[in-house]
């Protein structure tokens, strides 16, 4: 794929792609039938409504599918990568020092609208950076947080400016058999035989043994991850109507700017996000079956996209090159510009329980 | 020939997150969603001023037809937990040296999407009369590739859009696609734009931009948008559905509902129901054989007549199951699936008392209703199985051979087997014949499957023997039945003699 390729996808006219999608086949590391855990999720108070636990659908015909990992979930997890070696010159690194945290603008949850980086040396920056973003100019924002325009932001705190995600990733397994563990807690030993604790009837008095590690404690039927007997899929789209509308101030600006971001969001888009999800659940390529990558146009049609991460990453670095990849910043978070931990309610309270 | 402005809409993931009124999964997505969408779009291209004659022609026209294949709610669901954009906060305390709990800082978001086929489309399809207008038209195709997401944010889509003639749109909708259509018996409720929704819109967007900031953080919610209809749609390859006025029951004096016994009241209330009618339509200036046949039932058989349907609650346990309690609503409907008076009768009966024949005192009064009220649910859904709540009073005999009263002669096991056997054929026959009197078509005659008792086969239905019944249907047997069929038929259901009076009334299981 050449890179005159990547770049006939953003021009204004012609018989454009409207996206790239992927679909990459996964496999447990223990094997197709090994057992793997997928999140669990709260239940409401009405369990009915949402029971909690895994997130499993099953439908009339009997299969059903498995939510793996979420949206938002992989966004979190690609994000970071930018800040890894083979890719941290492709973004500016941005550093926020609280007292003695650092955090990764990369990490940050709400990306460049986030509270933290809001407030700090860089509020007036990212400030007129949004408004630029809601005056049809997003040049400025992609010198400071270009991985916001990708993943997609909102400066919900301040200017209201938000940008779409251009790049969306989760994994399913499909016809999953749900499997239960139990276990038994052991302690050490016997503390009350041994007359270390009192024996005691108290129920209070048992549960704080319990909680403690003292006593004996069953957990029977809880979950013990899935069994996947159909697919385990990660599929990703990379909206490439969505970056055609990103704009700078020139014609030149806009095709500098859309190449970079596309080059970006071609890593992000080619890198697997897999492997280590959660505790039990390590997830690779599965060796039998190749990933396919298809270009969509408006009217259906699909073609395959054939991208590599190398052809990607080679795109992305010229890309860089040209755009001018913003400066590596270390910035203090400023606690006067900060909201106080205690609303207004909560303030009054106080005042009253101390009277 | 007939054309059409269609914009499609492709997934390029087979979900769809989309909620509709009060936050229920919404399916297919609504004209309004697609309108916001192309807006959307529009302003973050820069084009609005230039989009903008075109979006005010389309909010103005009629709801476009929907054709988008089926897609199943998700069961379960699933509860996020997202971040607060609170960091600040958690900010201050590690500044102060203190812990500071990012996790302390996080909201639940419920998700339950639709899940759709792979590479579902959407289509919106607006007729184009007298030759429309084709700069319009052109620009919303240009705008409708723009488009991004339809739905939450997460429901990537690709847009087009086409003008096509009536035969392409006829491809389009063909199996395994379905059409949703503006219908005044849809059960389906989709908000479409209207002039002015545009307008709404962007004053919304104003009110957003303008909700907080860090320099004044007190937050300001933007009104909610109002310039918009509530269009019922309907599913094209679905039956139209029996138009029907709903009425509660309520006190004449005071601001609660009004019960009656089911077994022992429920006669008694279709009597009062069908003098309000008759006086209703009669200073309404219905003539006296239109009176005569339609609403008392006096005259051809052939000549549509109305049902006086009285309908009791169906109340949840808390132990799971439910319970057939007393009679607090009134349904009425016509033997003519296509009636045009129901829909009168829905306004102009709605405040009619209901007078005790005996005392000349009102008991009750009819307070207009939807049928979509949770009450009526069970007897207006779709559903393969149905049980009776008051019985189905036979059309004819059952018994014209004296079987039972050989059955009292004790005759040998096989013979009583033999004579059971017999009976019970004879009842099916009446059930199905009371099924084909009621309109159903030979081939959903002959697939029901049917059981029949004494005893009702829903909790809180009294035996079919205790139910009140006119005095001229006292010598034809009454049973509670259960019907099943392979495939979901509608309700209301109401069969037998009897059924103009709410005898026979099944609900669904």
Redesign the interface.
């Known amino acids: 794929m050449s890179e005159a390729k990547f770049e006939a996808w953003l021009s204004d006219s012609g018989a454009l792609p409207?996206?790239v999608?992927l679909r990459e086949y996964l496999t447990p590391v223990e094997g197709k039938d090994g057992v793997f855990f997928p999140p669990t999720?709260?239940?409401?108070e009405n369990s009915r409504?949402?029971?909690?636990g895994y997130?499993?659908?099953?439908?009339?015909d009997g299969r059903n599918?498995c939510?793996i990992d979420?949206?938002?979930s992989q966004a979190n997890r690609i994000e970071p990568m930018f800040a890894e070696a083979e890719y941290a010159g492709l973004v500016p690194q941005i550093v926020?020092e609280?007292?003695?945290?650092r955090?990764s603008l990369l990490e940050?949850?709400?990306r460049a609208?986030?509270?933290?980086v809001?407030?700090s040396e860089l509020?007036q920056q990212l400030?007129d950076a949004f408004v630029a973003l809601?005056a049809?100019n997003a040049v400025p924002l992609a010198k400071l947080a270009p991985t916001s325009l990708v993943f997609?932001v909102w400066d919900?705190?301040?200017?209201?400016a938000k940008a779409?995600?251009l790049l969306?990733a989760?994994i399913r397994a499909w016809d999953v058999d749900r499997l239960t563990r139990s276990a038994q807690y052991n302690p050490a030993i016997e503390y009350v035989e041994e007359g270390l604790l009192e024996e005691t009837e108290d129920k209070d008095a048992l549960k704080a043994y319990s909680e403690r590690g003292f006593r004996h404690v069953p957990a029977s039927a809880t979950h013990g991850g899935v069994i996947a007997r159909g697919d385990i899929r990660r599929?990703v789209?990379l909206?490439l109507?969505?970056l055609?509308?990103l704009?700078g101030s020139t014609p030149d600006e806009t095709k500098a700017l859309r190449e970079y971001l596309l080059g970006l969001a071609l890593v992000a888009f080619t890198r697997p996000a897999v492997g280590y999800l959660r505790q039990g659940c390590n997830l690779v390529l599965d060796g039998e079956r190749s990933p396919e990558s298809k270009l969509?146009?408006?009217?259906?049609k699909r073609d395959d996209a054939g991208v590599t991460h190398h052809a990607a990453l080679e795109f992305a670095k010229a890309a860089a090159k040209r755009f001018g990849v913003g400066e590596n910043r270390t910035v203090k978070?400023d606690?006067k510009?900060?909201?106080?931990?205690t609303t207004g309610e909560a303030k009054k309270k106080a005042k009253k329980a101390k009277k | 020939m007939s054309r059409h402005l269609l914009l499609s809409f492709r997934f390029l993931a087979p979900w769809f997150h989309g909620r509709g009124d009060e936050a229920e999964p919404e399916w297919p997505p609504s004209p309004l969603r697609a309108f916001q969408a192309l807006v959307a779009a529009a302003a973050r291209a820069g084009t609005l001023a230039e989009v903008r004659p075109a979006l005010s022609w389309i909010e103005a026209q009629p709801p476009p037809l929907v054709v988008a294949p089926e897609a199943t709610v998700s069961t379960a669901g699933y509860r996020l937990s997202v971040p607060h954009n609170a960091m600040d906060v958690v900010g201050r305390q590690w500044v102060r040296g203190a812990e500071g709990n990012a996790a302390e800082h996080r909201a639940m978001k419920n998700v339950r999407p639709h899940r759709l086929p792979d590479d579902a489309v959407v289509h919106f399809a607006w007729p184009l009369v007298d030759g429309g207008n084709e700069p319009a038209a052109a620009r919303l195709i240009a705008t409708s590739r723009q488009v991004v997401a339809l739905g939450w944010g997460i429901d990537l889509v690709a847009g087009d859009g086409a003008v096509i003639e009536g035969g392409r749109l006829a491809e389009l909708r063909s199996s395994p696609m379905k059409t949703w259509e503006p219908r005044s018996d849809g059960t389906c409720l989709l908000r479409t734009p209207v002039s002015g929704t545009l307008g709404d819109l962007e004053r919304r967007h104003e009110a957003f931009l303008a909700r907080t900031s860090l320099a004044e953080p007190t937050l300001r919610p933007p009104p909610a948008l109002s310039a918009f209809a509530m269009t019922q749609y309907g599913r094209t390859d679905e039956a139209p559905r029996r138009p029907v006025a709903a009425f509660t029951l309520m006190h004449p004096t005071a601001d609660r509902m009004r019960a009656f016994e089911l077994a022992t009241r429920s006669m008694a209330v279709s009597g009062m129901v069908r003098h309000a009618v008759r006086l209703t339509t009669e200073n309404a200036g219905w003539s006296e054989e239109r009176v005569r046949t339609t609403v008392l039932g006096h005259g051809e058989n052939s000549a549509p007549r109305l049902l006086l349907v009285p309908i009791p609650s169906i109340e949840p346990r808390t132990r799971g199951g439910a319970t057939v309690t007393e009679v607090r609503r009134v349904l009425v409907f016509s033997t003519d699936e296509r009636s045009p008076e129901i829909a009168w009768l829905a306004r102009a009966l709605g405040g009619a008392e209901l007078v005790d024949e005996k005392s000349g005192k009102p008991l009750a009064v009819l307070a207009t209703a939807s049928r979509g009220d949770r009450g009526f649910s069970r007897f207006l859904a779709e559903a393969t199985t149905w049980a009776t709540v008051t019985p189905v009073v036979l059309p004819g005999l059952d018994d014209p051979g004296g079987i039972r009263a050989r059955l009292r002669q004790r005759p040998s096991a096989a013979d009583q087997r033999s004579l059971l056997a017999r009976l019970g054929r004879r009842r099916e026959g009446l059930v199905r014949k009371a099924l084909r009197h009621a309109g159903f078509t030979d081939e959903l005659v002959f697939e029901a499957q049917i059981e029949f008792r004494e005893t009702g086969f829903l909790a809180g239905v009294d035996r079919a023997a205790r139910f009140a019944v006119p005095k001229h249907l006292t010598g034809f047997p009454r049973l509670h039945v259960r019907i099943t069929w392979p495939r979901p038929v509608g309700g209301p259901l109401c069969i037998g003699r009897g059924r103009f009076s709410g005898l026979g009334l099944f609900a669904s299981l």
């Not at chain 1, 999720?41 to 409401?44: C, E, L, R, Y």
């Not at chain 1, 969509?296 to 259906?300: A, I, Q």
């Not at chain 1, 510009?337 to 931990?341: H, R």
């Open positions: 409207a996206a999608v999720f709260a239940a409401a409504d949402f029971p909690g997130n499993i659908d099953t439908f009339s599918v939510l979420s949206v938002g926020i609280a007292g003695e945290r955090i940050a949850g709400h609208g986030d509270a933290i809001r407030c509020q400030k809601k049809g997609g919900s705190r301040d200017t209201q779409p995600r969306a989760s599929e789209t909206q109507a969505a055609r509308l704009r969509v146009y408006p009217n259906g978070f606690a510009l900060a909201k106080d931990e």
